[in-house]
């Protein structure tokens, strides 16, 4: 898969992009995550990425051109096959498993940082494809959100994870979440680990994980249970 990343600050991804399982999967080739600046892509002496709002209020816009403009310049250098351009904004569909899965799916993504107020209207309308918001919060870039779809989606592409069963067994990947974990030592500060796991009875342990994740679930996460489509 390759990953073209358009923003205003790209060394905020160096540190995240070079450790753990994105580096093992950029040094595996499975993937690869190109960030560009948008502001290479501006023609004045000040390379001005933004500008006032039509119409007034506070904040600045993001310039349309420089983003049409890097887009265009990387489509045309790579083989013209299907892309989709994700804008992260906070107007977006919510990011959650489902859409990371989907997105794990493609061979080439292209990811958008917004910025300031926002972007001007005619990248929402003319040039993204999809537009992603990770939650109900305001962040002051979209880089941030663009490193969680990255972590989210690289670690689904085959042959990142050590293990099949690790992907299969985590919080939201079957709408539940994840049931408790123990490792050693048996007892910490008093505190046991629940005997069943200890017992050796695979089928026992399942069951009691199951139960777990739904109580749990419940608990916590009682909006999991109402999504629609779901059953227990
Ligand atoms: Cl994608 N961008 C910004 N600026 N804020 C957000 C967001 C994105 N998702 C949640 N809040």
């Given at each position: 898969m390759r990953i073209d990343i358009f923003c205003l600050f790209p060394e905020m991804f160096v540190s995240p992009f070079n450790q753990s399982i994105i580096k093992r999967a950029k040094e595996q080739e499975l993937v690869d995550i190109v960030i560009h600046n948008i502001r290479d892509h501006t023609h004045d002496k000040h390379h001005t990425a933004d500008d006032y709002p039509y119409g007034g209020g506070p904040g600045m816009v993001l310039k349309p051109e420089p983003i049409?403009?890097?887009?265009?310049a990387t489509k045309q250098q790579i083989n013209p096959g299907k892309v989709a351009i994700i804008l992260l904004t906070p107007q977006?569909?919510?990011f959650s498993q489902q859409i990371a899965q989907e997105l794990a799916s493609h061979s080439h993504l292209m990811l958008i940082c917004g910025h300031y107020e926002g972007v001007d209207e005619r990248v929402h309308e003319h040039l993204a494809t999809d537009e992603i918001s990770i939650g109900d919060y305001v962040l002051s870039g979209g880089e941030p959100a663009a490193m969680v779809l990255v972590d989210a989606i690289v670690r689904l592409i085959p042959g990142v994870l050590g293990s099949q069963t690790s992907l299969n067994n985590n919080s939201h990947t079957g709408g539940l979440l994840e049931y408790p974990q123990y490792t050693r030592p048996q007892i910490y500060r008093g505190?046991?680990?629940?005997?069943?796991?200890?017992?050796g009875n695979h089928e026992e342990i399942a069951r009691w994980r199951h139960q777990e994740a739904i109580s749990r679930t419940a608990k916590r996460r009682p909006d999991l249970f109402f999504e629609e489509g779901k059953s227990l």
């Open positions: 049409f403009e890097a887009i265009e977006g569909r919510l505190w046991p680990v629940p005997s069943v796991l200890l017992s």
